[in-house]
């Protein structure tokens, strides 16, 4: 066969070199191998039908696996690489087949047209991309993927965790595409580095561990990049909010109060930033501060910054409290840190409080009272010694929302509490919930009924909302109107 991505040096030979145990059960030809394994067949699986489908399902998936995996080998053997870079996507899904051919010909492997398709899209997919997650990756009611080891992996939908059929054929395969994605950015995963944090080329942000740290296997995790990120729409569609929250938050943004949007992992505090900032002008500068920049912004001024960890001899660090620093130089209207986790607190607090009304930040927190302590501990690990009544009048006078989201136990995402900063009482910060989810009952299909309601209190912004142009009605506030959740 003439090619012009196959290396010249090796030829089918090579290939044949590859060792493949050919499989009794799909060679047509009368084959000698593995009667033991017959007549092996335990009595219990042989009676009920099931268990048995399942097994045959198992080694048939098994078998493609090894198949593949050693194919793949015998493919990057007799691939020309350097070409192939060039090749476009048809000349390369007709090689990649006509050399798998090629090689299960020789081996004595037959398959049918729906495993021999199946291999080939697969193959493909290693050759060129990222293996067995590339289905996933391509899949968009898949948001978050997360691999427990080469056996695990694990799908996020509509907020609700599933068992995938997605494996890999053992340890080695998965740290090969775990270096494939690292090496791509310039890093490097190994004993000696065992996590790595990095964006794949699509935007996904991707954090993976590998052994001995990961006990049982590598652990990757990947958020899937949106490119159509969730709107205030979209939200209010799918019952995130209220149109009567949206309205409310739309006031916040524009009359440039500072807000932080509270939440568990995965609750969607990103994505109700990323809403939220399409309330702010056009006209305005935005600085973005991220670890992995996920945060779309629909406005013409916007400079993204995103921190970075040391490289492997430990240098080059650029931390995000480095770009914040730089970002407060830079003339900004408004700074967005994507998360506030570590010592960036401080300089967050102070932008707050020193002209850049309108910031915003998430922090890791399940309630307003609850962020509150969060950045309390942030400011006292940053080794900032302060009495706690100064820290907390800080924080008072730099904050003005905390917007809480969470992920409820049916999987669905909600601003569960949207709570003003009001000032200091002795030494507490008080605070008032303006919007709430009450939560009534769940559905036979646990699906939770609820609605989103005001709590009856008006905003102790109402005069700054009128004054900018944002003359809120009353009966926002009403919490006798209750909205359908
Ligand atoms: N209201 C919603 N309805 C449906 N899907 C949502 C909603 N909010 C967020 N999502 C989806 O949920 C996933 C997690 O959201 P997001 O990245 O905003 O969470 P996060 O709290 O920032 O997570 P992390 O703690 O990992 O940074 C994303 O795939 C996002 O598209
Ligand atoms: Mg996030």
């Excluded at 900004?332 to 967050?348: K, N």
């Amino acid at each position: 066969m003439f090619s012009r991505y196959k290396k010249t040096s090796s030829g089918p030979a090579a290939a044949a070199r590859v060792p493949v145990a050919p499989i009794a059960d799909a060679d047509p030809a009368p084959s000698t191998a593995k009667p033991a394994a017959t007549l092996r067949r335990p009595m219990t699986q042989k009676a009920a039908g099931e268990p048995v489908a399942m097994d045959k399902e198992r080694k048939r998936r098994e078998r493609m696996a090894e198949i593949k995996l050693d194919l793949h080998r015998a493919l990057l053997d007799n691939l020309n690489l350097a070409a192939l870079e060039h090749a476009s996507e048809k000349d390369l899904r007709g090689e990649i087949s006509a050399i798998a051919a090629e090689i299960l010909e020789e081996k004595g492997i037959v398959l049918n047209r729906d495993d021999r398709q199946q291999l080939n899209n697969e193959l493909y997919d290693e050759v060129t991309g990222l293996g067995p997650l590339e289905t996933l990756l391509q899949d968009d009611t898949v948001n978050d993927i997360l691999v427990n080891g080469p056996q695990q992996v694990f799908v996020e939908r509509e907020g609700k965790l599933e068992l995938s059929d997605v494996t890999f054929k053992d340890e080695r395969h998965l740290l090969r595409i775990i270096d494939k994605i690292v090496s791509a950015v310039g890093r490097r995963v190994d004993e000696s580095n065992p996590y790595v944090d990095a964006r794949l080329a699509d935007g996904s942000r991707f954090n993976a561990m590998v052994p001995p740290v990961a006990v049982d296997g590598s652990l990757v995790s990947i958020r899937k990049f949106k490119k159509d990120k969730l709107g205030i729409d979209d939200l209010v569609n799918f019952g995130a909010f209220s149109e009567e929250m949206a309205a409310y938050l739309q006031a916040a943004v524009a009359t440039r109060l500072n807000i932080i949007v509270s939440g568990g992992t995965g609750s969607g505090k990103t994505t109700t930033l990323n809403a939220l900032s399409s309330f702010i002008d056009n006209a305005e500068r935005i600085l973005t501060i991220e670890d992995t920049a996920e945060l779309q912004l629909q406005q013409i001024h916007v400079g993204r910054m995103e921190s970075r960890p040391p490289n492997v001899e430990g240098k080059g660090a650029v931390s995000p409290r480095d770009c914040l620093k730089n970002a407060l130089r830079m003339r900004p209207d408004r700074i967005i840190v994507g998360e506030t986790r570590g010592e960036e607190v401080i300089d967050m607090l102070q932008a707050m409080n020193t002209g850049h009304d309108g910031s915003m930040t998430t922090i890791h927190a399940n309630s307003a009272r609850d962020g509150i302590s969060r950045l309390e501990n942030m400011i006292a690990m940053a080794g900032i010694e302060m009495p706690i009544k100064a820290v907390r009048s800080q924080i008072a006078s730099a904050v003005n929302l905390i917007v809480q989201a969470s992920r409820l136990q049916d999987g669905s995402r909600r601003m569960t509490s949207i709570t003003e900063i009001t000032g200091m009482e002795g030494e507490v910060i008080s605070m008032q919930e303006i919007f709430r989810f009450q939560r009534v009952g769940l559905t036979p299909e646990n699906r939770i009924i609820g609605h989103f309601t005001a709590t009856g209190v008006r905003s102790h912004y109402s005069e700054r909302f009128r004054m900018w142009g944002y003359d809120l009605p009353a009966s926002i506030y009403d919490p006798t109107r209750p909205e359908a959740g």
